[in-house]
């Protein structure tokens, strides 16, 4: 049985504020820094086998602060990176949220494909694919998957067998850990979602 620990990437200055989306050198604040020393203490004594993470820079921070901890390298995989907003990257969320296409990503975001960039849907599965890519070549592994907001509700709806449209429901908090067990011959099983650390689950 493969587990999952699904960690959103700790704060950085645009967090609540700006559609960071896949923007090049956003990295953590002081806030962000603490929360992933922090974070990162609470995986320390448990087994961990790898820890891998999106290739954005505030996640990858995330990671290495993580993977320090537990004397390990941090392994990239596209497959966790986060969604392509395209040309709503960088715009702060004001706007946004009036417009007609902020109103769908709550009434039916499975349809929801932002201006020149990816469905939200799409994004979803692709980083289901990641997971099951770890399970399959590990299936005994703990993996720390560190990634994003949108794409770890993504992952959890799926493994809860809920209809994506309802994937607003679940919150994902920066630096909140998610876990999910893949066993190689049942059902997953959603342990933990937006916890504040891994706590019993190591």
Same mark, same amino acid.
């Given at each position: 049985?493969?587990?999952?620990?699904?960690? #959103?990437?700790?704060?950085?200055? &645009?967090?609540?504020?700006?559609?960071?989306? #896949?923007? @090049?050198?956003?990295?953590?604040?002081?806030?962000?820094?603490?929360?992933?020393?922090?974070?990162?203490?609470?995986?320390?004594?448990?087994? =961990?086998?790898?820890?891998?993470?999106?290739?954005?820079?505030?996640?990858? &921070?995330?990671?290495?602060?993580?993977?320090?901890?537990?004397?390990?390298?941090?392994? #990239? +995989?596209?497959?966790?990176?986060?969604? +392509?907003?395209?040309?709503?990257?960088?715009?702060?969320?004001?706007?946004?949220?009036?417009?007609?296409?902020?109103?769908?990503?709550?009434?039916?975001?499975?349809?929801?494909?932002? @201006?020149?960039?990816?469905?939200?849907?799409?994004?979803?599965?692709?980083?289901?694919?990641?997971?099951?890519?770890?399970?399959?070549?590990?299936?005994?592994?703990?993996?720390?998957?560190?990634?994003?907001?949108?794409?770890?509700?993504?992952?959890?709806?799926?493994?809860? !067998?809920?209809?994506?449209?309802?994937?607003?429901?679940?919150?994902?908090?920066?630096?909140?850990?998610?876990? =999910?067990?893949?066993?190689?011959?049942?059902? @997953? #099983?959603?342990?933990?979602?937006?916890? @504040? !650390?891994?706590?019993?689950?190591?």
């Amino acid at each position: 049985m493969a587990r999952l620990f699904l960690l #959103r990437h700790a704060r950085t200055a &645009e967090t609540g504020i700006r559609l960071s989306g #896949r923007a @090049p050198g956003i990295p953590l604040d002081s806030d962000g820094r603490r929360q992933a020393r922090e974070v990162a203490e609470l995986f320390r004594g448990g087994r =961990i086998d790898a820890v891998v993470s999106s290739p954005i820079q505030r996640c990858r &921070e995330t990671a290495q602060t993580v993977a320090k901890t537990l004397d390990q390298r941090v392994r #990239r +995989d596209q497959a966790f990176i986060e969604i +392509d907003y395209g040309t709503w990257t960088g715009r702060t969320f004001g706007p946004l949220r009036r417009t007609r296409l902020w109103k769908q990503l709550f009434l039916s975001p499975a349809r929801v494909t932002f @201006p020149e960039g990816e469905n939200l849907a799409a994004a979803g599965r692709r980083a289901v694919a990641g997971c099951e890519a770890l399970a399959t070549d590990l299936p005994r592994g703990r993996f720390v998957v560190v990634s994003h907001g949108d794409i770890i509700k993504g992952v959890i709806s799926h493994y809860l !067998g809920q209809p994506f449209d309802l994937y607003q429901r679940i919150v994902i908090s920066p630096a909140s850990v998610s876990v =999910i067990d893949l066993p190689g011959d049942s059902f @997953p #099983r959603v342990l933990t979602v937006n916890a @504040p !650390g891994p706590g019993e689950w190591l």
